[in-house]
Nanobody, 129 residues
C-alpha cells in the first residue's frame, strides 16, 4: 500500500521559514516524479513545485521561485520543501503527490491538481502578517 504522509507545517510570521516533509512508504520516491501542491482557503489546489525522477528536472511555480526549494532524501525516502521568506499568501494546506504516468509539466499543472482524486491529509501552513 502506498502511503504519503506530510508534516512540518505550522504557524509562522511573515518572513519566516518552514521545512515540509513528505515521507513515503510502499514505494521508492526515486522511481516517481514527485511534487508539492497547495490549497488555500476558498481556492483550488495548485502546483507549488515538482521534481522529476531523474532529480534533474525541477519545476517551480512563479510565485515561489527563489523562495522555495524542493529536494529528495534517498536515505529516508522523503521529499522536502524548504520554504523561506514566507508571506500570508502562502497560507494553505500543502500536499505531496507522486506520479509516473504524466510528463512533469503536466503533473505540475492546475489541471492535474484539479483532476487528481487522491490526496493525503496534507499539512497546514499558516503565515501571519
Amino acid at each position: 500500500e502506498v502511503q504519503l504522509v506530510e508534516s512540518g507545517g505550522g504557524l509562522v510570521q511573515a518572513g519566516g521559514s518552514l521545512r515540509l516533509s513528505c515521507t513515503a512508504s510502499g514505494i521508492t520516491l526515486d522511481d516517481y516524479d514527485i511534487g508539492w501542491f497547495r490549497q488555500a482557503p476558498g481556492k483550488g489546489r495548485e502546483p507549488v513545485s515538482c521534481l522529476a525522477a531523474d532529480a534533474v528536472r525541477i519545476y517551480y511555480s512563479d510565485f515561489v521561485k527563489g523562495r522555495f526549494t524542493i529536494s529528495r532524501d534517498k536515505a529516508t525516502n522523503t521529499l522536502h520543501l524548504q520554504m523561506n521568506s514566507l508571506t500570508p499568501d502562502d497560507t494553505a494546506v500543502y500536499y505531496c503527490a507522486v506520479d509516473r504516468d504524466w510528463a512533469l509539466p503536466v503533473m505540475c499543472s492546475k489541471g492535474y491538481a484539479a483532476l487528481r482524486n487522491y490526496w493525503g491529509q496534507g499539512t497546514q501552513v499558516t503565515v501571519s502578517s
